[in-house]
């Protein structure tokens, strides 16, 4: 069992990148190997519209077709049973290195072609246990009346169709700096969010760390032939999301 964790933060250590490590020490417990990625080690872009997954009898196989820095990874990813995607939240949406992977993952799986009952057909292919994790300055109650519900959950849900499952999951004002006193902003509190990082964040790491000991459970009690995907499509929303 191999689980593939994928950090789409420019930051290697901090909130979201320690989000990812308890995460993948959960599928550790559960016997998987794992790997972590950098994703703003590698310079790419995000589809370019060539379109060589959609020729009629393309030979990608569900992998872009494109052969540049990033594709290594992508290569590790259709080999993975468990994929995790962190990123910090900006703008109210995913990293640019986030979104660019996701495209370049999730396109060349889809496909627009429906069967005769009118379901929509995909690149046949194990099941993979997905999750995706969120930092962000954002409080809950806010995020969900600013729409991020639906602008972070539509990643997943897509995820959730083509991989075969889906789990998010969102950490809440985050502790932005080391040190408030270097930076000019009166935006938020020092003090309430790092009151708030020593008492929630802990629980945001054990979230993450169940978050992966369950994709990583449910990868290993799968029933994987080679070109089946049969496990359950669904998103599991978690923190509030």
């Not at 998987?32 to 196989?61: M, P, Q, V, W």
């Not at 089946?228 to 599991?236: M, R």
């Amino acid at each position: 069992m191999k689980a593939l964790f994928l950090n789409g933060s420019p930051r290697k250590n901090f909130n979201t990148a320690q989000m990812l490590q308890k995460a993948m020490d959960g599928t550790k417990e559960v016997g998987a190997e794992t790997e972590f990625i950098n994703l703003f080690d590698y310079e790419f872009t995000g589809c370019r519209s060539c379109f060589a997954c959609k020729i009629k009898n393309s030979k990608t196989n569900g992998v872009c077709a494109i052969r540049d820095n990033i594709r290594p990874v992508i290569e590790k990813a259709q080999d993975a049973d468990v994929i995790v995607i962190g990123s910090p939240v900006y703008f109210g949406y995913p990293t640019g290195q986030v979104r660019s992977l996701v495209e370049r993952l999730l396109f060349p799986l889809d496909t627009y072609l429906f069967d005769e009952q009118g379901n929509r057909l995909k690149v046949p292919h194990k099941p993979v246990q997905t999750g995706l994790i969120y930092t962000m300055n954002c409080p809950e109650e806010l995020s969900h009346k600013v729409g991020y519900d639906t602008l972070l959950g539509f990643t997943g849900e897509e995820m959730g169709r083509l991989y075969g499952y889906n789990e998010i999951l969102c950490s809440y004002e985050t502790l932005q700096f080391k040190d408030y006193s270097r930076y000019d902003m009166n935006l938020f509190s020092e003090e309430q969010r790092k009151e708030r990082h020593d008492t929630q964040f802990p629980i945001d790491l054990q979230n993450a760390y169940d978050l992966g000991k369950r994709l990583a459970e449910r990868a290993k009690g799968a029933n994987r032939p080679a070109n089946d995907c049969s496990a359950p499509t669904g998103v599991e929303r978690r923190a509030a999301i």
